[in-house]
């Protein structure tokens, strides 16, 4: 008998990996081509720490630690509150609509090759922040990386 899986938890991080010279990195949903996205997840547990779930995301979608020599995880103590897609909503609990985002920074050193796990992504793109900004589908995620100016600092020695 299998199990039936748990339902996500309403609360997600977005994690936008940039570089010093704000380029930003993008992934195309595998379950729909078309749509870039930086790094998203929920967390797994109602007491995972954010910064973990970050972390933990991060590790899952690209390979990048987030604590690796010359990287740097910020939370940008920002928070979105959404209505969750229709299509995406039998994975929570039934009357759950709306989900609250926390937006973190990833500086990493140089424009790395992320390692993509083919059942979530098809392909990743480094764009300047403010392309990157228009390419992505939700707004609240294009929000995020318009953001990134005031939040990123200067290359780290």
């Not at 972390?55 to 509150?81: C, H, I, K, M, Y």
């Not at 390692?115 to 707004?139: G, K, Y």
Request: hydrophobic share 45%; with cysteine; aromatic share 10%.
């Amino acid at each position: 008998m299998q199990l039936a899986k748990p339902f996500k938890i309403p609360e997600s991080v977005l994690v936008v990996i940039h570089t010093a010279d704000l380029q930003v990195l993008l992934i195309e949903r595998a379950d729909h081509p078309g749509f870039w996205q930086s790094v998203t997840g929920s967390r797994e547990s109602l007491d995972e720490p954010l910064a973990e779930t970050a972390r933990r995301e991060v590790l899952e979608e690209t390979g990048f630690a987030a604590d690796a020599p010359g990287s740097e995880l910020r939370d940008w103590q920002l928070a979105n509150v959404y209505e969750i897609y229709p299509r995406w909503r039998h994975r929570y609990a039934p009357g759950v609509t709306h989900n609250t985002e926390h937006v973190f920074g990833l500086q990493v050193p140089a424009a790395l090759a992320p390692i993509l796990a083919p059942r979530e992504h098809l392909s990743w793109v480094w764009l300047p922040w403010q392309e990157a900004a228009d390419r992505c589908f939700s707004p609240s995620n294009a929000e995020a990386v318009l953001q990134l100016p005031r939040f990123s600092r200067a290359p780290m020695s």
